[in-house]
Nanobody, 119 residues
Framework: QVQLVESGGGLVQPGGSLRLSCAAS????????MGWYRQAPGNQREWVAR???????NYDESVKGRFTVSRDNAKNTVYLQMNSLKPEDSAVYYC?????????????WGQGTQVTVSS
């Protein structure tokens, strides 16, 4: 069992930056692929970025070049550095931890943190 707690959200002006953190409890954090998702009001939850257990990163086109995902396995924490923020980045951001062992899909979500980009 993995519990995820996001933090770092808030109100920021367009062009500003925020760094989100996701702290994980439980064992074997380093074996999980970690992802960030977001959901704006009236929209479906969408994938933003991920970092694999091996450290490989991928980004949605809408955030590529502006957001950076990283992890610190010693601290059981994954980060999302968000720069050059736009109003359309406003959403609740969720952390996800996932790994598949044989036929078992271990999939966990945090409670989310609100990001609002507005002047």
């Amino acid at each position: 069992q993995v519990q995820l707690v996001e933090s770092g959200g808030g109100l920021v002006q367009p062009g500003g930056s925020l760094r989100l953190s996701c702290a994980a409890s439980g064992s074997m954090f380093s074996t999980y692929h970690m992802g960030w998702y977001r959901q704006a009001p009236g929209n479906q939850r969408e994938w933003v970025a991920r970092i694999t257990s091996g450290g490989r990163t991928n980004y949605d086109e809408s955030v590529k070049g502006r957001f950076t995902v990283s992890r610190d396995n010693a601290k059981n924490t994954v980060y999302l550095q968000m720069n050059s923020l736009k109003p359309e980045d406003s959403a609740v951001y969720y952390c996800n931890a996932r790994r598949v062992v044989v036929t078992t899909d271990y999939n966990y979500w945090g409670q989310g943190t609100q990001v609002t980009v507005s002047s």
